[in-house]
């Protein structure tokens, strides 16, 4: 819907789960079930009538499941909002009141009323048939939707204004807030605001080695403490590390330590 993203889901199901990189921000409605997002060691868990605003340039994984009392239905609408349509929004708004909640954070968790619910069910049957609707209605539709929940939010109408100050971020801080995620060198540098070349420069410049280096050897060094520390199999620590293929962990994590991960698992703790 050129370049308005909107999404419905509704299905059945006793849980799904995946990993999510935002080129855009994320504004999601949870109608039924529950949505839960991790981000680094934040865990945002929205319940039924919540919605959820997620910043773009992140990474994060989602859990999503119906609930038992309702036949495990998962209900969900999704908006993917450029930084052009909340820049209209911001400049329509005006003056931003006052807030005590000032602190900028990546991910956060609100709640719906019932005026909030009913403007969401009216909006189903323009995503049921985005071919039949003109761009610019949706346009207008997604700004009433925003103003519905300004108008009823300050905190909200808030984080909304601060979307339009992207500032270059910290190479240090998008690493450590991805450290675990299977994310790609030229994911690393979106989410820090520069080009590949840039970030590599920048990274060689701080760690004085390469990206592909240090961030193997701290996930390997992730991998042994959690071996040594806790009940995960070889292939959950795998996984839970950010590598993708259990063999290649595998040698990976010989050739650094000098033994295979699972003689490590299966060793005496001391």
């Given at each position: 819907m ?17 990993t ?8 999601l ?92 069910e ?45 500032a270059?971020?910290?190479?240090k ?98």
């Amino acid at each position: 819907m050129n370049g308005l993203t909107a999404i419905e889901s509704c299905t059945r199901t006793t849980g799904a789960a995946g990993t999510l990189f935002l080129e855009d921000h994320m504004l999601l409605f949870v109608l039924e079930g529950k949505y839960t997002v991790r981000f680094g060691a934040e865990v945002h868990t929205v319940h039924k009538h919540e919605m959820v605003l997620v910043h773009k340039s992140i990474a994060i994984h989602y859990e999503k499941s119906g609930e038992p009392d309702s036949d495990y239905v998962l209900n969900y609408m999704m908006f993917l909002l450029k930084d052009e349509l909340i820049n209209e929004f911001i400049q329509l708004a005006g003056s931003i009141p006052p807030t005590a909640a000032a602190i900028q954070a990546p991910v956060s968790v609100h709640t719906m009323d019932a005026a909030l619910f009913s403007y969401l069910e009216s909006l189903k049957p323009y995503l049921h048939e985005p071919g039949r609707i003109r761009d610019g209605l949706v346009k207008v539709k997604l700004l009433e939707l925003l103003f519905g929940i300004a108008e009823r939010n300050d905190i909200f109408l808030f984080e909304l204004s601060q979307m339009k100050r992207q500032a270059r971020k910290s190479i240090k801080d998008v690493i450590e807030a991805n450290i675990t995620n299977p994310v790609s060198l030229n994911d690393l540098a979106y989410l820090s605001g520069r080009s590949l070349s840039s970030f590599k420069r920048d990274f060689q410049a701080i760690y004085n080695t390469s990206p592909l280096q240090w961030i193997r050897n701290r996930r390997l060094d992730l991998a042994k403490d959690m071996l040594i520390c806790s009940s995960l199999s070889v292939t959950e620590v795998c996984f839970r590390t950010g590598f993708e293929n259990v063999s290649h962990f595998s040698k990976m994590f010989k050739l650094k330590f000098g033994c295979s991960p699972s003689s490590l698992k299966q060793s005496p703790k001391v």
